[in-house]
Nanobody, 122 residues
Framework: VQLQASGGGLVQAGGSLRLSCAGSGRAFSSSVAGWFRQAPGKEREFVAFANWSIGNKYYADSVRGRFTISTDNAKDTMYLQMNSLKPEDTAVYYC????????????????WGQGTLVTVSS
């Protein structure tokens, strides 16, 4: 089942956005999932990971302390709260379900859906 990211938009540097990820067909509380992003002309890069069943969360160094991954089990939705946004955070953001392999590699994930564009102006 493809996941669908939403909540992107245009925000000024220093602002905040909350992205949502829905459509899993399975509660995130029993899943392992993550967020990635892809800026124009660049490869898709890891942003955040969570193994909800054991409570592990990992973040890319570039977003640690500013971004928070969370889930709402009642809504079967995963979130990415993004604070103190910077122009370099501009990218299309994707959510996906972890399958196997290294957690920060996109090849370890499946069920990619359409992303949501985040644009941070300076």
């Amino acid at each position: 089942v493809q996941l669908q990211a939403s909540g992107g938009g245009l925000v000024q540097a220093g602002g905040s956005l909350r992205l949502s990820c829905a459509g899993s067909g399975r509660a995130f509380s029993s899943s392992v999932a993550g967020w990635f992003r892809q800026a124009p002309g660049k490869e898709r890069e890891f942003v955040a990971f969570a193994n909800w069943s054991i409570g592990n969360k990992y973040y890319a160094d570039s977003v640690r302390g500013r971004f928070t991954i969370s889930t709402d089990n009642a809504k079967d939705t995963m979130y990415l709260q993004m604070n103190s946004l910077k122009p370099e955070d501009t990218a299309v953001y994707y959510c996906a379900r972890y399958h196997s392999g290294v957690y920060y590699q996109a090849s370890s994930y499946r069920d990619w859906g359409q992303g949501t564009l985040v644009t941070v102006s300076s």
